[in-house]
């Protein structure tokens, strides 16, 4: 074993130096990690910021704002993306591994309801949508709600939702089901924002929420509406800037402690015009008002 | 001169039963480096079984309830008000889902071993064996793909069911995957049947099917339960093809059309996004341990089965 291991890691360390030598000369790599919902435009984000400072390489991957998260906790990553709080829970464990997590807006999104498009549903209350989401919801049929899909092969509801990690996951449950609220059991969970969309599109009698940047043309978007009376709100990117829309979250980053040096610079030239512009193209929205 | 030579090839007789030279070095070094190999066996799944034991010990000792656990089809692990870990569920799933895959692959692969190992001869033989052992080289997440994106529109086409992501799916694909491995044991245990049971029986006049079917069947059977348990153990632990083919969902299947989640898939799909050392984290080892001594006691049955034949 000794010198089996020895050789080894004589190795990785050789590459490893190797490696290290040639990229700490010139520039540094910022890692960047978490929601799903924000992959995209972060990727959109780092590719833009090369421009501005190409020593700085920005490493971002998604998996979830759990994943994010976790990682802040662990240490691994310089900047968690999440499309929820942190939790009380993962703060105080952050704290006890000597991190201090701080929390930015850096825009926000607009969670959209998405059904097959030869759905004919109108619109949908909170409270409709609690009892096709909710453990206790009696709705499980589309005909429970007065409409009928052309071509489905029953009128059975399939439920689509996300993994139990996934900050969409989250959210929805908090807004849609209340407080303390848990969603009915045998969904179908999937592992991605645009992965909800792609089954919607393939399945006639789904119904899934995602991020509304994930929206194509061969889905159907729910007008919301919070209680009965109130008006059917479609998704958009300006119902999010206005407030109007109400399922619309902040979309975050946490950094480990106050950010500084090159963290501080990525982050306010996110937080700018520029940054900000990039974000609201890519179907989220801004966090102020912006001209193009 | 002649004096000499004598001494010398004494000194050299000397050098020969203590030699240490070069060649000795080598000879030394690559028993070692072998010893270590063969060990390294023993020591890995020694670590591995050390490792998910005390990342799971700490819910197993602090607030495991069996009853909640295999009890609850309720698996809520990031409920905010109070998580509940119930893997009956789970279970079920990946349970149906590899007994669907063991009805799809016992004839699949016996009928492939007797052909391969009775009937066939020559070079359809090589190539079969060749073929056989190609399949089994498939990468799992390809499977995967195949169920996801081949089986899914097939099975809601021919069954007229909304969802194709189901038990059925995830258990054609499984079968598939289990098969190869199956063959290739089934059939060295065929093979393990001496000439001279055939023989005798030809000569007393049984045809082909019934040689196969009374006397190497009934001799081979150790061998084939052996075959068949390690094609279940290769099922339960599948993960990445049945978390693409099932549906990954929390539900107690009715039906084979019925969206599963297995309990591999559970790890898989979770554990990289909960933070170390929490609860939800520790649980999921737990989860680790329980499949780990499943699939170890069905691969030592197999195993201790198989053994018992070569005694014979």
């Known amino acids: 074993m000794n010198s089996k291991t020895i050789f080894f890691s004589t190795i990785a360390s050789a590459v490893f130096l190797i490696g290290c030598g040639g990229s700490r000369a010139d520039r540094s790599v910022l890692q960047n990690k978490g929601s799903d919902t924000l ?133 929805f449950k908090k807004t849609v089901l209340g407080k303390g609220g848990e969603y009915k059991l045998g969904s179908l969970d999937m592992h991605g924002s645009k992965d909800v969309v792609d089954f919607v599109m393939k399945t006639r009698g789904a119904i899934g929420y995602s ?32 407030g109007s829309y109400p ?41 102020r008002k912006i001209q193009n | 001169m002649s004096d000499s030579v004598p001494a010398a090839s004494q000194s050299n007789r000397g050098d020969d039963f203590d030699r240490r030279d070069a060649a000795w070095y080598v000879d030394r070094l690559v028993h070692l480096l072998v010893f270590l190999g063969g060990v390294s066996a023993i020591l890995f799944i020694l670590g591995i079984f050390v490792f998910i ?64 190992g009775e009937l066939s001869e020559g070079k359809t033989r090589e190539i079969l064996k060749v073929l056989v052992e190609m399949l089994a080289a498939i990468p799992s997440v390809v499977w995967g793909f195949i169920g996801l994106s081949i089986m899914n529109p097939f099975i809601i086409d021919a069954f007229d069911v909304p969802v194709g992501l189901n038990v059925l799916n995830a258990g054609l694909i499984l079968g ?43 001799t081979a059977k150790n061998g084939l339960v052996a075959a068949v348990l390690l094609g279940v153990g290769r099922a339960f632990g599948e993960t990445m093809a049945v978390l693409m083919a099932s549906g990954h969902s929390v539900n107690m299947p009715t039906s084979p059309f019925d969206s599963v989640r297995a309990l591999t898939a559970t ?22 341990i329980f499949l780990f001594l499943i699939t170890f006691c069905i691969n030592l049955i197999a195993d201790l089965i198989v053994r018992g034949i070569r005694k014979k």
């Open chain 1, 39 to 171: 992959v995209n435009v972060a990727q959109a984000w780092a590719e833009a910021y090369k421009d501005k400072n190409p020593k700085l390489a920005i490493a971002v991957s998604g998996g979830g704002s759990g994943t994010g998260i976790s990682s802040l906790i662990n240490g691994t990553v310089d900047l968690a993306n999440s499309s929820r709080k942190m939790k009380d829970r993962e703060i105080e464990q952050a704290k006890k591994n000597g991190v201090e997590p701080v929390e930015h807006v850096v825009g926000y999104d607009a969670l959209a309801v998405y059904v097959h498009k030869d759905n004919p549903i109108e619109s949908l209350t909170f409270e409709q949508l609690a009892s096709i989401y909710g453990k206790d919801g009696k709705v499980v049929s589309w005909d429970q709600l007065g409409v009928s899909i052309p071509g489905a092969k029953s009128e059975k509801i399939i439920l689509v939702s996300r993994q139990n990690n996934s900050g969409t996951f989250t959210y």
């Open chain 1, 211 to 242: 991020g509304l940047a994930y929206t194509t043309d061969e889905v159907k978007l729910v007008p919301i509406r919070k209680s009965a009376g109130q008006p059917a709100v479609i998704p958009s990117v300006s119902a999010a800037v206005d």
């Open chain 1, 247 to 287: 399922i619309t979250r902040p979309l975050l980053m946490y950094t480990r402690g106050k950010p500084e040096g090159a963290v501080k610079e990525y982050l306010d030239w996110i937080l700018s015009d520029e940054g900000q512009s990039i974000i609201s193209k890519k179907g989220y929205a801004p966090i």
């Open chain 2, 53 to 116: 034991t005390r990342e799971g010990l700490g819910y197993l000792t602090a607030s495991f309830s069996p009853s909640e656990f295999f009890g609850s089809i309720e698996w809520r692990p990031t409920s905010d008000t109070k998580p509940t870990y119930g893997i009956l569920a789970l279970l079920t799933g990946t349970a149906a889902v590899s007994g669907l895959a063991m009805v799809v692959a016992i004839p699949f692969s016996l009928g492939a071993a007797i052909f391969i």
């Open chain 2, 176 to 218: 598939l995957m289990a098969a190869p491995i199956m063959t290739t044991i089934a059939e060295d245990a065929l093979k393990a049947v001496p000439d001279h049971y055939r023989e005798a029986a030809e000569a007393m006049g049984a045809t082909r099917w019934q040689v196969i079917f009374r006397v190497v069947l009934p």
């Open chain 2, 267 to 288: 790890i898989a799909a979770e554990l990289g996004e909960t933070a170390h050392g929490s609860e939800h984290y520790r649980v999921l080892f737990t989860i680790g």
